[in-house]
């Protein structure tokens, strides 16, 4: 399977506070979020998607997080469709660096084997995050049956008026897909 690639909501979300990047803390990520506004670029080949196709929630997890979001799968015919995701990552002995932790009961977790022993020759997905300055930064690497690749890297960035999200999907023969947005706390 090749759905395990977040979509630019996965391209998480800051906080709208004034806090200098060496404030922020993954904390500052929680809630939930709404796209507001969103571009996509790659013509015909890119999914079609609207603001509220960012929208994503962070929540609490052990020292970690959980992000619910929307993830891109491919299709056998090569289109690219939004699908639900739901995936938990745990901190690590690298400050600011998280593995994704299978077994939580996620979707994912029963997809994808422990990020530390995960092999994507055999169809394992690596998908981790890392918060550095004031970007949270989630990456997803697979590889298909064919040995093709498809590497995912979203971002999240605080801003003044809610928070900054870019998603850039590569595979091979660099056909890349990105889709960045807009989003702002719920309730705000």
Known sequence: MTWRHLIGAT?????????????????DFFGEWRGVDLSVDHGAQAPKLSPSDLDITITDEDGGFRIRAL???????GTLVARPMDATFAP???????????????????????PAVGNPLEGDTLLWA????????VYSLAI??????ALQHSTGRLSEDGMATRYERRSENDQVVTVEGRLERAGD
């Open 11 to 27: 391209a998480l979300l800051m906080s709208s506070s004034s806090a200098s990047a060496a404030e922020v803390a993954i904390e």
């Open 71 to 77: 993830a891109l799968h491919r299709e056998p015919d």
């Open 92 to 114: 690590t002995e690298a400050p600011g660096v998280f593995a994704f932790a299978p077994g939580t009961g996620s979707l994912l977790s029963s997809l994808f084997a422990d």
């Open 130 to 137: 890392r918060l550095q300055d004031a970007t949270l930064h």
């Open 144 to 149: 298909d049956a064919g040995g093709g690749y």
